[in-house]
């Protein structure tokens, strides 16, 4: 399988070396890999934000600074985090 990804010898051996790694448990590499592929991947957060934002930013308040409109969103999203 390494063979197919880099013909380099010296890479590798790095990557067998990294596996066995990983899989024996050593070191902070299990860790962080299952943080970094636990994250998700879609973009129902940023659409979420953005309709709180939509709702916040109507023709009556549309002259707020945009500092004041992203706390009043990250308030908004935070208090509903809470509610759950």
């Not at 659409?47 to 009043?72: A, C, G, P, Y």
């Amino acid at each position: 399988m390494v063979t197919t990804l880099t013909s380099d010898r010296a890479i590798q051996r790095k990557c067998i070396d990294e596996v066995a790694i990983y899989q024996d448990r050593l070191g902070s590499i299990q860790s962080l890999a299952i943080k970094i592929l636990s994250q998700t991947s879609s973009s129902s957060g940023c659409e979420r934000n953005w309709s709180v934002f939509e709702r916040i930013h109507t023709k009556k308040r549309n002259r707020l600074e945009h500092q004041r409109l992203n706390d009043l969103v990250f308030v908004h999203y935070n208090l509903r985090l809470k509610e759950r």
